[in-house]
């Protein structure tokens, strides 16, 4: 009986093992199946990279990563955006035939399937973790992931959303989080870092100076940290596939180009492409042949044995990985972004191992073995080959089954954002027009160029010089070049010709009558200069073009709080929250109306939402800590005050602010040094003396609270309250001739001046 039963558990186990193994083997995988970690670099060129010949590269990890694997020399991406790529990339589709040609516009068709939801469907784990908005859930790439982590509240404030991103560091935590849970299952786990992505920061904290002059080569350096971490964590994971591949690179001024989305040359187009992992692939291959990165997801479905997809561009390049021969291929890429940005010609390409060719309203052909830097354009001097590619180039178009995104709805704030990228039009579903009338690219970009020099002059205060530069600009460009336009009429506007700024923006309105940028900038000048019923209305044709446009409606309260209508200013800055919670500076507006209405409590609120969503903000802590400071809640306020001035030490109100705070502390030498600073910055500042005499006074300093005194009155010489505190100390001091002289001028100034004039007989009868 024992014996029986044993044999049919026995028999019981061996069914279960098989249907289990029938169930592993359904797509044909043998063995156990591997993890996969992969990991996308936003805005990396490949060359930047140690493993790709960059000797001024920190990239220890990526370099070992690809000495332990295969890299591929001349990864070819489809797209200089990051959305449309990224679709590529887990659809092995072209943009043209998944629908996303650009960041922000449309969401993923149902149509195409992701390679999330093969794996999903496959039994594994999966998860994303992104740090960019451009790859929101809400344009459709989250299908097929478990876990989609999109998750920005770590962000640094921006005024547009498009542009809000996260730390790589916040991104690995959130990633590590979900890699280190028990499972019994393989993992699928995307994580995108965003880091070397513009502006740049040069991470002193990490690499002290070496970055100081290549910020980008110290995001990369630091987004190589990021991996590292991950690939840490794999030591306990070895059966894991990790695949390091780049969206699209960054020009840094190549071709005229100083970021991406614009050009479709090496330095945007070619990006790094790693993979680790693989069974059977000889650790240090290099393969040389041209790849796309469409070609990722079925090289995927190859390795683990899966079906491949119908219908897809993308071709496996498995032979690659095994270091076997491989067919070249031409790689298929474009931009719309110049036109639907500018109204300019947009750009198609095609790249093999040989050749590049671009169709654009001047077309270029660049041979790439003896012109890697793609400077001499030979579509003149080799017509055939120019106009075999084109003819390649359109029947690959002609082939290609073209896909519709799906509209995506956007809030006020994410619909402003694109506007203030310059995007016109309506709809980006449809292809960009071929049209050989439209502004060419290469002709366009010098202006550019030009322009970003100028915007630094500006913001160094150099206004004749960007003057300079922008007038030049403006003469030798076409009416297409609206942002040098704009640009101008701030310089203008800042040197106080208005009347010029005007013109310009009104030349650009009647280019582009529905230009937001330039009817925001022109409905801003009006406010600063206090034409607020001027710059009311114009606020308001900005928010009928877009209701919900958060920038016009933010302006438009404060214009609304400037002129006294507190109620509709609150009302307003409220619709901005509901609309952006994290707009930047709202909270900070709303605390400012509650001061003046006498609503402490709520302001003090206010001013410490703000923080919630930036830490650092100089406004929020300096008005925290005033607000502070008048409830007697000095050390607080202190801290607060400490903070801005630890973030912009050159804003003489929170170091005004502090030195009180420390004054009525009785840390009389820190107030005293907090107004030196102070008074550097702003030496001719008479509130500024007049506050560090103050101070001296209450520090038993008042020989040097003389001299300080001294030097406000002579900034302004007719000030009372000066005169005062002089005559009242060189009383003290026993110097009646000058405390007399003081109130003389007291009294030439208001005769009428009662106390004056008693201490002045007073003083006159004891001499």
């Given at each position: 009986?024992?014996?029986?039963?044993?044999?049919?558990?026995?028999?019981?186990?061996?069914?279960?093992?098989?249907?289990?193994?029938?169930?592993?083997?359904?797509?044909?995988?043998?063995?156990?199946?591997?993890?996969?970690?992969?990991?996308?670099?936003?805005?990396?060129?490949?060359?930047?990279?140690?493993?790709?010949?960059?000797?001024?590269?920190?990239?220890?990890?990526?370099?070992?990563?690809?000495?332990?694997?295969?890299?591929?020399?001349?990864?070819?991406?489809?797209?200089?955006?990051?959305?449309?790529?990224?679709?590529?990339?887990?659809?092995?589709?072209?943009?043209?035939?998944?629908?996303?040609?650009?960041?922000?516009?449309?969401?993923?068709?149902?149509?195409?399937?992701?390679?999330?939801?093969?794996?999903?469907?496959?039994?594994?784990?999966?998860?994303?973790?992104?740090?960019?908005?451009?790859?929101?859930?809400?344009?459709?790439?989250?299908?097929?992931?478990?876990?989609?982590?999109?998750?920005?509240?770590?962000?640094?404030?921006?005024?547009?959303?498009?542009?809000?991103?996260?730390?790589?560091?916040?991104?690995?935590?959130?990633?590590?989080?979900?890699?280190?849970?028990?499972?019994?299952?393989?993992?699928?786990?995307?994580?995108?870092?965003?880091?070397?992505?513009?502006?740049?920061?040069?991470?002193?904290?990490?690499?002290?100076?070496?970055?100081?002059?290549?910020?980008?080569?110290?995001?990369?350096?630091?987004?190589?940290?990021?991996?590292?971490?991950?690939?840490?964590?794999?030591?306990?994971?070895?059966?894991?596939?990790?695949?390091?591949?780049?969206?699209?690179?960054?020009?840094?001024?190549?071709?005229?180009?100083?970021?991406?989305?614009?050009?479709?040359?090496?330095?945007?187009?070619?990006?790094?492409?790693?993979?680790?992992?693989?069974?059977?692939?000889?650790?240090?291959?290099?393969?040389?042949?041209?790849?796309?990165?469409?070609?990722?997801?079925?090289?995927?479905?190859?390795?683990?044995?899966?079906?491949?997809?119908?219908?897809?561009s993308g071709r496996s390049f498995v032979d690659g990985l095994m270091n076997r021969p491989m067919a070249s291929r031409m790689c298929y890429g474009g931009t719309d972004d110049p036109f639907l940005q500018n109204g300019w010609s947009p750009l198609r390409s095609l790249t093999s191992d040989e050749w590049r060719y671009i169709r654009t309203t001047k077309p270029e052909l660049y041979h790439l073995p003896t012109d890697p830097a793609e400077l001499n354009n030979l579509a003149a001097t080799d017509p055939e080959r120019a106009l075999e590619l084109e003819q390649q180039?359109?029947?690959?178009?002609?082939?290609?089954?073209?896909?519709?995104?799906?509209?995506?709805?956007?809030?006020?704030?994410?619909?402003?954002?694109?506007?203030?990228?310059?995007?016109?039009?309506?709809?980006?579903?449809?292809?960009?027009?071929?049209?050989?009338?439209?502004?060419?690219?290469?002709?366009?970009?010098?202006?550019?160029?030009?322009?970003?020099?100028?915007?630094?002059?500006?913001?160094?205060?150099?206004?004749?010089?960007?003057?300079?530069?922008?007038?030049?600009?403006?003469?030798?460009?076409?009416?297409?070049?609206?942002?040098?336009?704009?640009?101008?009429?701030?310089?203008?506007?800042?040197?106080?010709?208005?009347?010029?700024?005007?013109?310009?923006?009104?030349?650009?309105?009647?280019?582009?009558?529905?230009?937001?940028?330039?009817?925001?900038?022109?409905?801003?000048?009006?406010?600063?200069?206090?034409?607020?019923?001027?710059?009311?209305?114009?606020?308001?044709?900005?928010?009928?073009?877009?209701?919900?446009a958060t920038e016009p409606l933010f302006n438009l309260g404060l214009t609304r709080a400037r002129i006294g209508d507190a109620s509709s200013a609150e009302r307003i800055f409220r619709s901005v929250l509901q609309i952006d919670p994290l707009f930047p500076g709202v909270w900070v507006a709303l605390g400012t109306l509650m001061v003046q209405q006498g609503r402490a409590g709520e302001a003090t609120a206010a001013f410490e939402s703000e923080l919630r969503i930036n830490p650092e903000s100089v406004e929020a802590n300096t008005n925290l800590g005033v607000q502070l400071?008048?409830?007697?809640?000095?050390?607080?306020?202190?801290?607060?005050?400490?903070?801005?001035?630890?973030?912009?030490?050159?804003?003489?109100?929170?170091?005004?602010?502090?030195?009180?705070?420390?004054?009525?502390?009785?840390?009389?030498?820190?107030?005293?040094?907090?107004?030196?600073?102070?008074?550097?910055?702003?030496?001719?500042?008479?509130?500024?003396?007049?506050?560090?005499?103050?101070?001296?006074?209450?520090?038993?300093?008042?020989?040097?609270?003389?001299?300080?005194?001294?030097?406000?009155?002579?900034?302004?010489?007719?000030?009372?309250?000066?005169?005062?505190?002089?005559?009242?100390?060189?009383?003290?001091?026993?110097?009646?001739?000058?405390?007399?002289?003081?109130?003389?001028?007291?009294?030439?100034?208001?005769?009428?001046?009662?106390?004056?004039?008693?201490?002045?007989?007073?003083?006159?009868?004891?001499?």
């Open positions: 009986m024992k014996n029986s039963v044993r044999l049919a558990i026995g028999a019981f186990v061996l069914m279960a093992m098989t249907a289990a193994l029938l169930f592993w083997n359904r797509g044909g995988v043998r063995g156990p199946r591997p993890n996969i970690l992969f990991i996308t670099l936003d805005t990396t060129r490949a060359d930047r990279i140690g493993a790709y010949g960059y000797d001024k590269a920190r990239t220890p990890v990526l370099d070992q990563l690809a000495r332990e694997g295969v890299l591929f020399e001349r990864a070819i991406s489809p797209a200089p955006l990051t959305l449309p790529v990224h679709a590529c990339l887990f659809t092995g589709l072209y943009p043209p035939e998944h629908g996303l040609r650009t960041n922000g516009y449309g969401k993923l068709p149902a149509e195409p399937t992701t390679l999330a939801e093969i794996l999903t469907e496959e039994g594994y784990d999966t998860a994303a973790f992104v740090a960019s908005f451009v790859l929101d859930r809400k344009f459709g790439l989250n299908r097929g992931f478990g876990t989609y982590d999109d998750d920005l509240s770590g962000a640094k404030p921006t005024q547009d959303a498009i542009h809000r991103f996260r730390d790589g560091r916040l991104v690995v935590d959130s990633a590590l989080e979900w890699l280190t849970q028990s499972r019994s299952n393989p993992f699928f786990c995307w994580v995108h870092l965003y880091d070397p992505h513009a502006p740049y920061e040069p991470h002193p904290a990490e690499f002290g100076d070496a970055f100081a002059a290549s910020a980008y080569d110290g995001e990369i350096a630091y987004t190589d940290q990021q991996v590292g971490r991950l690939v840490e964590f794999l030591k306990q994971h070895p059966e894991t596939i990790v695949v390091i591949v780049g969206d699209h690179g960054e020009s840094l001024g190549d071709h005229f180009e100083l970021q991406h989305g614009y050009t479709l040359y090496d330095s945007t187009q070619r990006v790094p492409l790693i993979v680790r992992g693989v069974e059977g692939t000889a650790p240090g291959t290099r393969v040389s042949t041209s790849v796309s990165l469409v070609d990722v997801l079925p090289t995927l479905l190859d390795v683990l044995k899966q079906p491949a997809l119908d219908k897809i180039l359109s029947d690959l178009e002609s082939s290609l089954a073209v896909g519709e995104a799906v509209d995506v709805q956007l809030s006020g704030a994410e619909q402003k954002a694109l506007a203030s990228l310059g995007y016109v039009g309506g709809s980006t579903r449809d292809e960009a027009p071929v049209d050989n009338n439209l502004p060419d690219v290469k002709d366009m970009l010098p202006f550019n160029m030009a322009t970003q020099s100028a915007i630094d002059l500006f913001d160094q205060g150099k206004l004749a010089e960007a003057e300079t530069i922008l007038v030049k600009i403006v003469s030798e460009s076409p009416i297409e070049h609206v942002s040098s336009r704009l640009y101008l009429a701030s310089v203008l506007d800042r040197k106080g010709q208005s009347s010029a700024a005007k013109e310009l923006y009104q030349a650009v309105l009647k280019f582009r009558p529905e230009d937001q940028t330039a009817l925001f900038q022109l409905g801003t000048m009006y406010a600063d200069q206090g034409k607020f019923e001027e710059a009311i209305p114009i606020f308001e044709k900005c928010l009928e073009l877009e209701p919900e400071a008048s409830e007697q809640r000095f050390e607080e306020a202190r801290n607060r005050l400490r903070i801005a001035v630890s973030v912009a030490p050159e804003r003489t109100d929170a170091r005004v602010n502090l030195a009180i705070c420390e004054e009525m502390l009785r840390n009389y030498d820190e107030a005293i040094l907090q107004m030196n600073e102070a008074i550097r910055v702003q030496p001719e500042a008479p509130a500024l003396h007049l506050t560090l005499g103050n101070i001296l006074v209450k520090a038993s300093q008042p020989t040097k609270a003389i001299e300080e005194y001294e030097r406000a009155l002579q900034g302004a010489p007719e000030n009372i309250e000066i005169l005062q505190k002089l005559a009242a100390l060189h009383v003290a001091q026993s110097a009646p001739a000058k405390a007399t002289e003081c109130l003389q001028q007291i009294l030439k100034l208001d005769p009428g001046n009662a106390p004056a004039a008693a201490e002045l007989k007073r003083l006159a009868t004891q001499q």
